[in-house]
């Protein structure tokens, strides 16, 4: 057994795990700024319920039961963005391992490799198009407040 063999054979495994590790560094950035998003709609949701104790005019009921609706809608979008970047960055964490032990074992693993990277791809994907998804409620809600708020 070749110790400076392995210890190369081991170094060319990391290097190929780098790419994977940025991706999950980058992963893990976008789930914090999800989860900030969330922290917010879910601020602001609790200000819209106390504020629905205190309201007697219904108009002004309506407006807050509208933007209640919407911030419920924004926080279930979110949730599931993030849920979706978790299992991302899982299947990224799994890939990782499996380039690991198939580079030092030579399983043949090359196909379950590429299975697993268009996995967490595609997982990601789903969870930007949600992220935007709820952006775009949120623009629509601050439109629409804006509007509701006119003389």
Known sequence: ??????????AHTIQLAVAPVFLLAGIAGFLGVMSGRLGRIIDRERVIRRRLRGIS???????ALREHKVLMQR????????GLCTSSALIVCALITTLFIDDMMSL?????????????LLLLITALMLFLREIQLATRSIKSINASEQP
Do not use: C, E, K, Y
């Open 108 to 120: 043949g693993f090359q196909r379950i490799v590429a299975a697993l990277f268009v996995i967490a």
């Open 1 to 10: 057994m070749n110790l400076f063999a392995d210890t190369n054979a081991i």
């Open 57 to 63: 005019d219904q108009a002004q009921r309506v407006s």
């Open 75 to 82: 926080a279930r979008i979110t949730n599931r963005a993030i």
